[in-house]
């Protein structure tokens, strides 16, 4: 299971939001607030030791971490949000400049000048990962990359393309 995976909303007809699942932050907020209650709790909180400390500030932070995009039809925009609680960025595209939507695949672990008798033969190398990425090909050339998932999640993968592709009306190109 990826934990960072981003899923798929419906606020209502006109928008469409991508962001990064409630176990995402669960996964850090739980064990850094957990972490910093046991240090209150601790009876000997004249303790210079940082590393709890730090280690805390660390969970927390990945806690507050945002990662969105929204498509709204009304506006007619697609907007990334990434950053941390108030501190992050936001960038706007033109939904109609969205002139495709792919889902292809790459070889994690291979370089581009490798030989291709090991993809003829089947046979896979112990650090190779067969690696999907879902994008949005932009008409002045651009690629926005939504998300990249293994193998074993390309259902999933292409079930968000798929939801996309049918809300902006665009094409939809897979290769497996």
């Known amino acids: 299971m990826t934990l960072i995976r981003l899923v798929i909303r419906k606020n209502n007809a006109d928008t469409l939001v991508f962001s990064l699942n409630q176990g995402f932050r669960l996964f850090f907020l739980g064990p850094g607030l957990f972490l910093i209650f046991m240090m209150l709790l ?8 940082l590393g709890p400390i ?16 929204v498509f709204d039809k009304k506006a007619g925009t697609i907007t990334r949000h990434y950053g941390l609680l108030f501190l992050f960025q936001r960038k706007n595209y033109p939904l109609d400049s969205i002139e495709s939507i792919h889902l292809d ?12 008798s ?11 990962k067969k690696t999907y990425r879902f994008y949005l090909i932009l008409n002045q050339g651009d690629r926005l990359d939504l998300e990249m998932l293994t193998e074993r999640q390309y259902n999933q993968l292409k079930e968000k393309a798929e939801a996309l592709a049918t809300f902006c009306g665009k094409r939809l190109s897979l290769e497996q």
């Open 105 to 116: 695949s790459f070889t994690k672990g291979k370089a581009a000048w490798e030989n291709k």
């Open 42 to 49: 601790e009876e000997d909180s004249t303790s210079s030791n």
């Open 118 to 128: 090991d993809e003829l033969t089947g046979r896979k190398r112990i650090f190779q």
């Open 54 to 69: 730090i280690f805390a500030v660390v969970l927390l932070l990945s806690g507050c971490y945002y990662e969105g995009w």
